[in-house]
């Protein structure tokens, strides 16, 4: 099968805006004096603290676990004192437990991060645990904990684990410099989840944006007989997972389904650059690469950052706001990013970037009734009719919601970027989704 400009039916072509950093080295973000850890930054149950204030921490060591299977324990980012374990808000608009770490710029490793070993020695079980203890999870955006979508139930057969380096939301540069700069990493990471799954079969998909990426892991994989480099057209949501199965290998995930049922597992490059970094080094996921950019920003950067700095320091290290105050503060993409009303949130596993648009840029435009012209139909790339799912929530009949499938919307955001009327559709699905998810609950 030839594997280039693959793509899928719908999506919307979108200004890139990555001119700004893709051709930035990734720098090392300075030593933050102070950390807030969060305990629940991943999909799943939170994590319970292991600490207590006034303890000494190493980096590296585990501060916080839960019993339950989808979940992932969390890690110290930095050396110091605990100096408190409070509720304060995280980029996802939750506001979680943390625990407040003051740092003594020592970078004192724990004892427990060392190599785990040779990827060829390591059984698939041993694999597995490496990655849950580590608390690696999904880092495009979702973070699902790693280590149980490596453990699919025995009647999932899974022949194919793609690697996800799309990045097709705008403006972000992270996996790009990654794939670039480090892409030995990224396929030592496959290799790892392969043989977790015991998949024989690895591809790597890429927006054809990024030819230097391209390069370099066909470079990084040219002794590697089962992985394969995919060229994906440049197309938003390229990036969405199963947007990618149905781009490069024509299967579709069912309603209400996950990769699994078409034999396929998902994962980003950046998580595989960390479980990489985990085999080889002991390190666990600790910190990751953030794209701090925007028309806002003085001095656009991709930086090296550690989980829990403040979005305030990544702001004054990249040169502070261009104007007196920014039009609008978003963790992740214009697409499907989310809007910051403070810059003291803490950078999290899942934070990919931090844009800051100018006022101009974040000016609403008026919205006007729908003329009924059917484009969001057409660019949904899951085959939605969103203006209808809109209408119904808008009028609060979740139920009619539901039963034009809001709940398989994947929040992308075409629907809305291509409407001539600027409806708030995507606005109006996300809250028909939790309405109809809290009344579930409630049965």
Known sequence: MKLENLTFKGGVNVPHYKELTESLPIERAKEPSMVAIPLHQHTGA?????????????????????????SAPVHSSVSGTVKDIIHIPIPTGLTVKCVVIESDGKNELH?????????????????????KEAGITGMGGAS?????????????????????????????????????????????????????????KGIIGIEKNKPDAIIALKEASKDEANISIATLKVKYPQGDEKRLINAILGRVVPSGGLPMDVGAV?????TARAIAEVILEGKPLYERVTTVTGNGIRNPKNLLVKIGTPFKDLIEECGGFNENSPGKIISGGPMMGISQFSIDVPIIKGSGG???LTQRE??????????????????????LQPLYISSYTLKHNFDKAEE??????????????????????????????REILAKRKAK
């Open 404 to 433: 034009y499938h809001a709940l398989d919307c994947v929040e992308c955001g075409a629907c809305s970027y291509i409407c001539p009327a600027k409806r708030p559709l995507v606005e109006s699905i996300r809250l028909a989704k």
């Open 362 to 383: 974040a000016k609403p435009e008026p919205v006007l009734p729908c003329i009924r012209c059917g484009k969001c139909l057409e660019v949904c790339p899951v085959k």
């Open 111 to 131: 004892e427990s991060v060392n190599p785990k070993g040779r990827l060829e020695d390591l059984s698939p079980k041993e694999i597995i645990e490496i990655i």
């Open 144 to 200: 699902f904990p790693t280590h149980v979508k490596l453990s699919p139930p025995p009647d999932k057969k899974i022949d194919t684990v793609l690697i996800n380096g799309a990045e097709c939301e705008p403006y972000l540069t992270a996996d790009h410099r990654v794939m670039v700069e480090e892409p030995e990493k990224v396929i030592i990471g496959l290799k790892a989840i392969m043989k977790a799954l015991g998949v024989e």
């Open 46 to 70: 939170p994590c319970e603290p292991l600490v207590k204030v006034g303890d000494n921490i190493k980096v590296g060591q585990k501060i916080g676990e839960s019993e339950a299977f989808v």
């Open 354 to 356: 931090i844009l800051v």
């Open 266 to 270: 998902v994962s980003n490059v950046s």
